[in-house]
């Protein structure tokens, strides 16, 4: 294994040290490279460029591969609740049976929200989108919690963006502030929360809480994604938690992050309200000039299936099936997954379906609408930008602050 890389910049030669991660990845450091060469790296988009070491989440994006502190994502579905997910993502173990039971506990007890946020609440138009909502009052909520442990922060978020993402789903139909109920577990009773209508508790459905167990597990980290990237810079500059979990709520939203999982539904109803024609949507997709791309396709580092993606089918087949429910969708979904996946443009350019190609089928399974499907991503990844923060903060990271290269006016007069 090489441990430094040798370069010659006129007629200069320079070392440059490597690192190497646990599974042998490797990076060329490049910290001292401006001080000793006067160059900097260029990289739109950072695709070549690591920006810390971790040790939560780790991806080998050649073979599929998706850990979560070195447990691999197939067996924490089988055998982990979120809320047990959460602990082993934020602490680095699985809980023991007492820790569970405590860290549980413990988020009950902060099972409520502040009464000035319902107030300021009730003044949020309707309209407004609910991920807008959620990042704004996530900010908000930093003013009404006064921790004096720092673990409690974590605990508190845990608590409170459930009540937040149920008020919101709640307002939009037209049904008072949800019902908690602290005899139920994390999935139970945010199902409670969102579905309870006046004196009548939400049937509980063994299926149902599985299902959302399930797709909580597979958002709850993902390494240096955009929204977990935006949630270390800011807090890489001293900014409050809540604040950088709301910043990061803002990145998940764009379409080409989180928001997918709305805008894939949104593609394959107009597929299939057009006529169902797979074909001429994947030529679509393939067309360079028009902006269309196919949704819930392609990332940045899978080269090769994407293991959420597999697993996140199999639910949806799974709940649709044990609910009895008939859904065109799904099926449409199966076939532009198999005609895409046979398509040169797609396997030349490694595109296969990513998380977020099955999710919305998961969760409209459920009885979420379209309009939340990007909260529920939300609150399922709120562990990991938590990690992440914390992680962060623990390594003393420095401030993020890149460098760029100006392209504009060279120093000129103002001339009058
Ligand atoms: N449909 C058609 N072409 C695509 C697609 C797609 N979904 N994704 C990538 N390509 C093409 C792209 O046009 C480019 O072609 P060329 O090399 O000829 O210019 C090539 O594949 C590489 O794409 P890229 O945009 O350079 O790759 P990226 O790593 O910058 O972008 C991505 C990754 C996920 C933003 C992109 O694949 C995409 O826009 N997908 C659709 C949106 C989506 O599903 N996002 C959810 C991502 S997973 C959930 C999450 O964690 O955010």
Redesign the pocket.
């Known amino acids: 294994m090489c441990s430094v890389v040798n370069f010659n910049i006129n007629g200069y030669h320079y070392k440059l040290p490597v690192i190497y991660g646990t599974f042998y990845e490797k990076a060329i450091n490049i910290s001292q490279l401006r001080e000793n060469t006067g160059l900097i790296t260029f990289d739109p988009?950072f695709?070549n460029t690591g920006i810390t070491k971790s040790s939560i989440s780790f991806i080998d994006g050649e073979k599929g591969e998706l850990l979560y502190r070195g447990y691999p994502i197939e067996q924490i579905i089988n055998k982990c609740s979120f809320i047990e997910t959460s602990y082993l993502i934020l602490n680095g173990e699985l809980p023991n049976t007492a820790q569970l039971k405590s860290f549980s506990e413990k988020i009950k007890t902060f099972n409520h929200l502040h009464k000035e946020i319902n107030k300021i609440f009730d003044h949020i138009p309707n309209f407004y989108h609910p991920m807008g909502i959620l990042s704004s009052l996530t900010y908000i909520l930093d003013t009404f919690i006064n921790c004096l442990q720092e673990e409690d922060m974590y605990l508190h978020l845990l608590a409170k963006l459930p009540i937040l993402a149920a008020l919101t789903y709640r307002k939009k139909v037209g049904l008072p502030p949800p019902h908690i109920n602290p005899n139920l577990d994390y999935t139970s009773n945010l199902l409670e929360m969102f579905f309870s209508i006046p004196n009548k508790s939400y049937e509980q459905n063994p299926i149902i809480t599985d299902a959302l167990n399930k797709i909580l597990i597979l958002h709850a980290d993902?390494e240096q994604?955009?929204s977990t990237t935006t949630v270390r810079l800011l807090g890489s500059a001293d900014t409050g938690l809540f604040s950088s979990i709301s910043a990061g709520m803002s990145a998940l939203w764009g379409?080409?992050?989180?928001g997918?999982n709305q805008?894939?539904i949104e593609m394959l109803e107009d597929i299939l309200q057009s006529g169902g024609n797979i074909k001429k949507w994947i030529e679509k997709?393939?067309n360079?000039k028009d902006p269309f791309?196919?949704?819930?396709?392609?990332?940045?580092i899978y080269k090769n299936f994407?293991p959420r993606a597999k697993i996140a089918k199999k639910v949806a087949e799974n709940i649709i099936q044990q609910l009895g429910i008939s859904d065109p969708i799904l099926e449409l979904a199966k076939n532009l997954e198999e005609n895409a996946l046979q398509d040169p443009?797609f396997v030349e350019?490694k595109?296969y379906p990513?998380?977020?190609?099955y999710s919305g089928i998961i969760y409209q399974a459920i009885g979420i609408p379209k309009y939340m499907f990007t909260v529920m991503f939300a609150l399922g990844r709120l562990p990991g930008w938590m990690a992440h923060w914390k992680e962060m903060k623990y390594n003393k990271d420095p401030i993020g602050r890149p460098r760029q290269i100006y392209i504009g006016y060279k120093k000129r007069n103002i001339q009058k």
Do not use: E, S, T
């Not at 990513?354 to 190609?357: E, K, L, M, T, V």
């Open positions: 988009g695709k993902h994604n955009c379409r080409l992050h989180g997918a805008a894939v997709a393939k360079k791309r196919l949704m819930g396709f392609g990332h940045r994407d443009y350019k595109l990513n998380i977020d190609f």
